[in-house]
């Protein structure tokens, strides 16, 4: 019976230690609360040329993460890039005016996109930006080789 | 020069012959219903011993690889100055990679050989052939549980070890090396998806759990009823459950990365 009961505890013990260094694991290390307990609402902008950004990329307001891209598409008639995101539900993004750019974290770092906020009190009847709005503002993604060829260029004619 | 062709052709079709084996063997355990009420004393002494036993060797072995690969990535990044993106490194190899790899590695040793021998000397002393004739079915009362514990086990020692590593990488980084707890943290979670790191490396441990006890209880059940026979089948055991996790890691790694 002793051993039985020793036995008992050691096995309720591991599972609750597995289950344990999942919650750690999902929590702590994926950081999963961001998405998971906020449903986030979607948002897509146009841009005429997108870089190197990839899907899962992050989105940010003045360099605070507020969410992520999740969908990169050509659209044929346009030739430009759709990139849509998803936003942190509890982000309010005011709708008129503002503005979304691609930059690069660092040099040579990955893309992000960053949206610069518009003013508030535009139109009371859609502050904020809701699932399915378009961003009208877009900057492209600088590329470097661009810029150097520019650069070149222009000394060049000097 | 014939007789060496003809010995190979019987090799193969020896092999191909266990692979059908087994396969007939793994749709044998499973075919029943499981009845868990008499399933679940059977099923607690397996997961105590295939489990519980298994966790000090798996932490241990967490904490320090956690630990070396700490060690080590801080020494390369520090190089391009980018010692802060440990965390990112450490979360990734050991989510994606190291956690599942090693703990099912670690799991062939520790306890799929104990399956082998324990089912394998059961065979050879007619323990299972005495149980038939009792008419208890011993690939329902034997091989079942420990099917189903190995199942339960493994995925769950993996996380386990996943954890350890990741708070061993950290003791190493952030206590001894002196990176910022803040930046170790967020860079980690920044670059660690849920679904795309944690979860298909949970997928992984679950796949190997599934080939190591299979591999284990079907050597066990087959092995020569001999002295020499049950050692044949432990060795072979650990041989097969290490070589097909490292080119089932390929594979599920292959699948993963190109998105299924």
């Keep these: 019976m002793k051993k039985q009961q020793i036995v008992d505890l050691s096995v309720g013990l591991f599972m609750i230690a597995g289950f344990f260094a999942f919650a750690v694991l999902a929590i702590n290390v994926s950081g999963l609360t961001d998405f998971i307990s906020t449903k986030g609402y979607h948002v897509s902008a146009e841009f005429t040329n997108i870089g190197g950004l990839k899907v899962r990329a992050p989105v940010t307001v003045a360099g605070v993460k507020i969410g992520e891209v999740t969908n990169i598409e050509l659209q044929p008639e346009q030739l430009n890039a759709k990139v849509t995101m998803l936003l942190n539900k509890n982000r309010q993004i005011p709708y008129e005016d503002s503005s979304a750019r691609i930059l690069t974290e660092g040099l040579l770092g990955s893309n992000y996109i960053s949206i610069i906020p518009g003013f508030e009190d535009a139109d009371p009847q859609h502050p904020y930006l809701k699932d399915g709005d378009v961003i009208a503002k877009t900057q492209e993604a600088i590329i470097l080789e661009n810029l150097i060829g520019q650069l070149l260029f222009s000394i060049n004619k000097k | ?260």
């Design chain 2, 1 to 260: 020069m014939l007789e060496q062709i003809s010995q190979l052709g019987r090799y193969g079709s020896q092999f191909l012959q266990q692979i059908g084996q087994s396969g007939i063997f793994l749709f044998r355990v499973f075919i029943r219903k499981p009845d868990f009420k008499r399933l679940w004393p059977d099923l607690r002494a397996q997961l105590f011993f295939i489990g519980v036993l298994s966790c000090l060797i798996i932490i241990v072995s967490g904490l320090f690889i956690g630990m070396v690969v700490g060690l080590q990535g801080y020494n390369t990044l520090e190089k391009f100055g980018a010692d802060t993106q440990l965390g990112q490194l450490l979360a990734l190899s050991i989510a994606r990679e190291l956690g599942p790899v090693i703990s099912a590695l670690l799991f062939a040793g520790r306890a799929g050989s104990a399956l082998t021998a324990e089912i394998g000397l059961m065979k050879a002393t007619d323990q299972l052939a005495s149980m038939d004739m009792m008419g208890v079915d011993p690939l329902g009362r034997v091989i079942y549980p420990r099917f189903l514990a190995g199942l339960i086990a493994l995925p769950l020692l993996s996380l386990i070890f996943s954890a350890v590593a990741i708070y061993g990488g950290y003791f190493i980084g952030v206590q001894w090396l002196g990176i910022d707890a803040g930046s170790f943290w967020s860079n980690m979670q920044s670059a660690v998806n849920f679904r795309l790191d944690v979860l298909s490396g949970i997928i992984k441990s679950i796949v190997f759990a599934f080939v190591l006890v299979w591999i284990a209880v079907f050597q066990g059940n087959n092995c020569v009823p001999t002295a020499e026979g049950i050692s044949n089948a432990t060795t072979k055991t650990v041989v097969y459950s290490s070589l097909s996790v490292l080119g089932l890691d390929f594979l599920l790694t292959a699948m993963m990365i190109g998105g299924w």
